[in-house]
């Protein structure tokens, strides 16, 4: 076997070495059952299992209870929720409110305004998304439809520390890139959604957590494939949704409570990132943090050299180390390095120290 790289992809990202392995061998044979999960129907007893299994151990790692909150699955990426969630909760005469931190709140944005009135309730695109906008001084007007805003900046690096309040006004969420990566209060939330890819499971579904008074809400005037109350009171099988995928999810997840859950990966990705924080802190100006210091990321971790010459030079010499993912969003530039769940501490390691390595050749 060939030995597997130090992943730093942004998305679709490193998954559980163990988890492949256990995928590896459920995929001729799933529960003993002659064929494999990908060939069942999603209406047999299995996959009705798995659903109702996953969205258990979702709600139970992001501490929600599901007498208050719904976990649901489907397909279409998180960019399919940025026009899903407006077509459900932004009615006629209704302003949503945008929080603005990086270019995916800017699509959010953007798909928004096609279906409903919009208002950017906070933003800091004046300062190149260098920091993540001060929210303790929102302006929300009480009948507002929703708040939106993204927790951590997957393009840019940032993350937000503390979350609005908003009244009544629900606060839906974009975590995409760090939920059940930190001890949050879940609870703050009325709405979160996420594309797998990056903490939770391959790429092919979507996960959202719903306030079951949301379900409610969710408009009648748009077609039933596009109301989250579908999904709900189908227990996500409405359609075929991606079965395999949830497979995946579901075996991330356990193997994230395995890992003791949100409260100790937190410590881990936070001393994780503090390795390569150190390296461009440490490095005299060699390499140069994009994100102000309070507002860094712990998922995506991005820096600058002198020069664009630099870091080529720095990504190719990378890969030859045996490192993947590490150049810059075609937006930003400069190097990305991202840092999820499943990255191991040992590949952040051998990134300071080929870090340290390369800037004392180059330096
Ligand atoms: C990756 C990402 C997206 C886009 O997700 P898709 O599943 O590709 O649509 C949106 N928001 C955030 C925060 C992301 O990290």
Redo the contacts with the bound molecule.
Sequence with gaps: MTTRLYNFN??PAALPLEVLEQAKETTVQYGGRGISIMEMSHRSKPVEQLSAETEQLLLELAGLSRNEYRALFMG???????AMLPLNFLAGGQIADYILS?S??E??LHEAQYIGQTRIAASSQAEKWRRTPDVNSLRIQADAAYVHM??????EGSRFNIFPETGGVPLIA?????LLSRNIDYSRFSMIY?????NLGP?GI?VVIIRRDMLERCSKQIPLIWRYATYASNDSLYNTPPVHALYLTNLVLQWTKRQGGVQRLETVNRDKAALIYEAIDRSGGFYEGIIARGDRSDMNITWRLASKELELLFVQESEQHGFEGLAGHRSVGGIRASAYNAVPRAACEALADFMNDFMRRKG
């Excluded at 279409?76 to 940025?82: E, K, L, N, P, R």
């Design positions: 942004p998305g279409g990426g998180a960019s399919t929720q940025f990086g995916f709140s699509k959010a993204t927790t951590n900046n997957t393009i974009d975590m995409t890139s760090d996420a594309g797998a890819q990056k790429a979507t």
